[in-house]
């Protein structure tokens, strides 16, 4: 059988932004028959064989497919049934139906981390919400991805959402529509006299560092002194995306290690292309997620960038999704990452050198405002 596999570095995308990355592995067509193994043992095998973390004997021992995984107590692993592979994979498109909104996940259900305009948005629903029922289940119960199948759906449906705010219960029916996913803003500011350029990334999505390295380039070309990198709320996406964007301003050294026990350590290093020499601070917060947190470690233990914000999540592990027999799917953690400092970021995040945060209930974004003032200090 052909697999295809997706390989992911992000905290998912619900209703959103879900971006997939394919490689095929190489493979003939049997000239002779061959015994078609179950489901059940095509996942038992997976996690024996390729797990990021050793599979107890007594879970690979359970009779089916969702015991195994719910003992796992991993977010990120799932099984997806073909309608659910069918409905994620409509999520590499720029547009999608859905209503608007990023999570991760929480002790209590799935937090909002991000909220572009769009029918989330207008219904109510705010950033640092907590969602503990989706349609009817416990989101506490449901791996990212089948949240994600839940609130996805078609066009001119409704989800319902309820909420946690403040210690408050809040109940939403969100209509589902067409939305469109920008990946990159980019703007000139003037500060301090000059000019500096602002590139918003909002998910590593495929060719997301073709147009941050277009917009940097352009705006160098206007006159921008120097960047702002804004990683905030930013959920995360695929792994080659988060080497390629830190490449555009790396011009060697490693940017990520992964390593999984089943997997020999494999080192990723910047692979050229640098768009810009000029200063770079890049902004994070506590919604800042695996891919981001890629970037934002590797620029800044390489001295390039002066890290600006919040901790970041801290997701430090990677996913593939695996074709099954039966056109189902296994989405499967595989291995943890590092930092090119070693640093393992699991729960802890990546620091910032300096503290900011943007207060919602003022029209500055201060967090912002301390990225310019940092760019525009005297040297030396």
Same mark, same amino acid.
């Given at each position: 059988?052909?697999?295809?596999?997706?390989?992911?570095?992000?905290?998912?995308?619900?209703?959103?932004p879900?971006?997939?990355?394919?490689?095929?592995?190489?493979?003939s067509?049997?000239?002779t028959?061959?015994?078609?193994?179950?489901?059940?043992?095509e996942v038992?095998?997976?996690?024996?064989d390729? &797990?990021?973390?050793?599979v107890?004997?007594?879970?690979?021992?359970?009779?089916s497919v969702?015991q195994?995984i719910?003992?796992?107590?991993?977010?990120y692993?799932?099984?997806?049934?073909?309608?659910d592979?069918?409905?994620v994979?409509?999520e590499?498109a720029?547009?999608?139906?859905?209503i608007?909104i990023?999570?991760?996940?929480?002790?209590?259900?799935?937090?909002?981390?991000?909220?572009?305009?769009?029918?989330?948005?207008?219904?109510?629903?705010h950033?640092?919400?907590?969602?503990?029922?989706i349609?009817?289940?416990a989101?506490?119960?449901?791996?990212?991805?089948?949240?994600l199948?839940?609130?996805?759906?078609p066009?001119?449906?409704?989800?319902?959402?309820?909420?946690?705010?403040?210690?408050?219960?809040?109940?939403?029916?969100?209509?589902r529509?067409?939305?469109?996913?920008?990946?990159?803003?980019?703007r000139?500011?003037?500060?301090?006299?000059?000019?500096?350029g602002?590139v918003?990334?909002?998910?590593?999505?495929?060719?997301?560092?073709?147009?941050v390295?277009?917009?940097v380039?352009?705006?160098?070309?206007?006159?921008?002194?120097?960047f702002?990198?804004?990683?905030?709320?930013?959920?995360?996406?695929?792994l080659?995306?988060?080497?390629?964007v830190?490449?555009?301003?790396?011009?060697?050294?490693v940017?990520?290690?992964?390593?999984g026990?089943?997997?020999?350590?494999?080192?990723?290093?910047?692979?050229?292309?640098v768009?810009?020499?000029?200063?770079l601070?890049?902004?994070?917060?506590?919604?800042?997620?695996?891919?981001?947190?890629?970037?934002?470690a590797?620029?800044?233990d390489?001295?390039?960038?002066?890290?600006?914000?919040?901790?970041?999540?801290?997701?430090?592990?990677?996913?593939t999704?695996?074709?099954?027999?039966?056109?189902?799917?296994?989405?499967?953690t595989?291995?943890r990452? &590092?930092?090119p400092?070693?640093a393992?970021?699991?729960?802890v995040?990546?620091?910032?050198?300096?503290?900011?945060?943007?207060n919602?209930?003022?029209?500055?974004?201060?967090?912002?405002?301390t990225?310019?003032?940092?760019?525009?200090?005297?040297?030396?």
């Amino acid at each position: 059988m052909r697999r295809t596999l997706i390989l992911l570095a992000a905290g998912l995308v619900l209703a959103g932004p879900f971006v997939l990355g394919y490689r095929l592995s190489a493979g003939s067509r049997a000239t002779t028959p061959v015994a078609i193994p179950s489901v059940v043992d095509e996942v038992r095998s997976a996690l024996a064989d390729r &797990y990021f973390r050793p599979v107890p004997e007594r879970v690979l021992e359970l009779r089916s497919v969702n015991q195994m995984i719910s003992a796992l107590r991993d977010p990120y692993t799932a099984y997806l049934t073909p309608p659910d592979y069918r409905l994620v994979r409509q999520e590499t498109a720029s547009t999608y139906t859905g209503i608007g909104i990023s999570v991760l996940p929480s002790r209590h259900g799935y937090v909002v981390v991000s909220l572009p305009r769009g029918p989330a948005q207008r219904a109510g629903v705010h950033v640092g919400d907590t969602i503990v029922r989706i349609g009817g289940r416990a989101a506490g119960k449901l791996s990212m991805t089948h949240a994600l199948t839940r609130i996805l759906g078609p066009r001119g449906t409704t989800v319902h959402l309820v909420v946690v705010r403040s210690g408050h219960t809040l109940d939403f029916r969100v209509r589902r529509e067409l939305i469109q996913a920008p990946v990159v803003q980019a703007r000139l500011l003037s500060y301090a006299g000059e000019r500096w350029g602002d590139v918003r990334l909002s998910g590593f999505r495929v060719g997301a560092a073709v147009v941050v390295g277009r917009e940097v380039r352009r705006l160098e070309r206007q006159g921008a002194r120097g960047f702002v990198l804004d990683l905030r709320q930013n959920p995360g996406g695929l792994l080659d995306q988060a080497v390629a964007v830190s490449s555009l301003f790396l011009d060697r050294g490693v940017v990520v290690s992964l390593a999984g026990r089943h997997e020999p350590r494999k080192v990723l290093r910047a692979v050229g292309g640098v768009a810009t020499r000029l200063p770079l601070v890049v902004l994070v917060d506590r919604f800042s997620t695996s891919s981001a947190e890629i970037v934002a470690a590797a620029l800044r233990d390489h001295h390039r960038a002066t890290l600006i914000g919040e901790r970041t999540f801290g997701k430090a592990v990677v996913q593939t999704i695996d074709l099954l027999h039966n056109g189902a799917a296994l989405e499967l953690t595989v291995a943890r990452y &590092y930092t090119p400092s070693g640093a393992d970021i699991s729960h802890v995040g990546v620091a910032p050198q300096i503290h900011a945060v943007d207060n919602e209930h003022t029209t500055q974004d201060e967090a912002l405002a301390t990225a310019l003032r940092v760019l525009a200090r005297p040297v030396g």
